[in-house]
């Protein structure tokens, strides 16, 4: 199991709060974010496997790949901040698997969080970005932060897709 640093949530969602409240992402930070990623593709997965609208399930799985590639940017990141070749844990690995639900009941309450988490993701990565003064660094930052936006985008298609609505 890879092992989260002292302080860190456990719960994916707990743990990106708490980097939000960071600066400049360290590349202990970025190793962390990196498994929060991977954590949102399977959340993402899961969510897909609980619908039966096959285009409702389709962009959810869009978003599932793209927050992977998410955390391949965070690789790139650690690379360029001199972090080394860090490689992402197995989903049996990823400290953070340990709390996922096997399943994940779509509603409109969650659709809503989804949508709010979207769109914190992507100021996250602004803040991040404006904080990095290595200009690559920022860079990915602010590719993986426009796509959050085109995953809440997604999120409100697959909301009125299933008629869900608070
Ligand atoms: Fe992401
Ligand atoms: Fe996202």
New binding site residues.
């Given amino acids: 199991m890879a092992s989260l640093p002292d302080g860190y949530p456990t719960e994916a969602f707990a743990a990106f709060d708490f980097l939000k409240t960071r600066q400049r992402l360290s590349v202990e930070d970025l190793k962390v974010l990196a498994m929060i990623e991977c954590y949102?593709e399977v959340f993402y997965e899961i969510l897909a496997q609980g619908v039966e609208d096959e285009e409702a399930q389709a962009l959810l799985k869009r978003?599932a790949a793209?927050?992977r590639g998410h955390a391949h940017r965070c690789l790139k990141a650690i690379s360029l901040l001199g972090g080394g070749a860090y490689e992402l844990p197995s989903r049996e690995e990823n400290p953070f698997m340990a709390m996922a639900p096997a399943e994940i009941p779509m509603n409109a309450e969650l659709i809503g969080l989804l949508e709010q988490g979207?769109v914190d993701?992507d100021l996250a990565y602004q803040h991040w970005a404006d904080a990095e003064p290595l200009p690559e660094v920022a860079q990915l930052y602010r590719l993986n932060g426009r796509?959050?936006i085109r995953?809440c985008e997604r999120v409100g298609q697959v909301k009125a897709r299933l008629q869900l609505s608070a």
């Fill in positions: 949102g978003n793209e927050e979207e993701g796509e959050e995953h």
